[in-house]
């Protein structure tokens, strides 16, 4: 016998941001999305979600993490916000078009498969080229460089949001089709996906193979401890687009002062 589906699509979506947020203790916008669902229950009203978003203090302000007395294990962190972005994108998408039942594809389509937070507000290929972030192109790594002697490191950190990047948005979008978005935010929240530890060692060796430095600093990389110096930036990699074999600057860092010897 089939298994029932429910009832629409948005309402699911609610639901799931609602269990998300409560999970973490979020309860604040837990409330928020609670009154969304009871909104659209009682008028099919989409109002009162979409004017969670925008400005300071909103929907787009909140950041999972335990420093912000969330019940979220550190290492966890760059899961919960990878799936409460695309989720929380696929919510405002579906606010619009509450009646539609999409499929994963359309989704991906009709959503956008790029930075999740541009997704919500651009949607699909309305999002320029320039803008394009994880999937117009490739994941980007994130971590610091010295413009003055181009030493760079990242972090393991850094190297679980890419792996999140990747795996994510299908894993929504697909949920979301097949209405068990609910599940999957007690999956993500619980532990890694079964692909995760493959793909974090191969991350892992391209960054070796970068020459670049695995280090879990707190804050700044300032100063450079190779050279001293105290001009150093955020930087961002991206795979090489021709051999896939090792990481590459993306074309949105500051240029450094000198190449590297």
């Given at each position: 016998m089939p298994r029932k589906m429910a009832a629409n699509q948005y309402e699911h979506c609610l639901t799931a941001m609602a269990h998300l947020l409560r999970s973490v203790g979020e309860s604040h916008w837990a409330k928020w999305i609670e009154t969304d669902i009871s909104q659209?229950?009682?008028?099919?009203?989409?109002?009162?979600?979409?004017?969670?978003?925008?400005?300071?203090?909103?929907?787009?302000?909140?950041?999972?993490?335990?420093?912000?007395?969330h019940k979220v294990d550190p290492a966890r962190e760059p899961w919960a916000n990878t799936l409460f972005n695309w989720l929380k994108s696929i919510c405002h998408y579906m606010a619009q078009h509450p009646s539609s039942s999409l499929s994963a594809?359309?989704?991906?389509?009709?959503?956008?498969?790029?930075?999740?937070?541009?997704?919500?507000?651009?949607?699909?290929?309305?999002?320029?080229?320039?803008?394009?972030?994880?999937?117009?192109?490739?994941?980007?790594?994130?971590?610091?460089?010295?413009?003055?002697?181009?030493?760079?490191?990242?972090?393991?950190?850094?190297?679980?949001?890419?792996?999140?990047?990747?795996?994510?948005?299908?894993?929504?979008?697909?949920?979301?089709?097949n209405r068990t978005?609910?599940?999957?935010?007690?999956?993500?929240?619980?532990?890694?996906?079964?692909e995760a530890p493959k793909l974090r060692e191969q991350l892992t060796t391209l960054i070796r193979s970068s020459d670049s430095d695995l280090n879990d600093r707190d804050g700044w990389m300032r100063p450079c401890p190779s050279c001293g110096s105290d001009d150093t930036a955020v930087y961002r990699w991206i795979l090489d687009p021709e051999s896939q074999a090792s990481f590459v600057p993306s074309d949105d860092n500051l240029p450094l002062k000198q190449k590297r010897a």
């Open positions: 659209w229950r009682a008028s099919r009203d989409t109002s009162h979600h979409l004017s969670a978003y925008g400005g300071m203090g909103s929907f787009n302000d909140v950041w999972i993490c335990a420093a912000n007395s594809s359309q989704l991906s389509e009709s959503v956008g498969f790029y930075d999740a937070p541009l997704a919500a507000f651009v949607g699909g290929d309305q999002a320029a080229n320039d803008m394009r972030g994880f999937f117009g192109t490739d994941p980007k790594l994130q971590g610091w460089r010295c413009l003055q002697c181009g030493h760079s490191e990242t972090s393991t950190r850094s190297i679980e949001g890419v792996i999140a990047d990747t795996l994510i948005p299908s894993a929504v979008f697909r949920a979301c089709e978005v609910v599940e999957l935010v007690d999956e993500v929240l619980a532990a890694e996906p079964s």
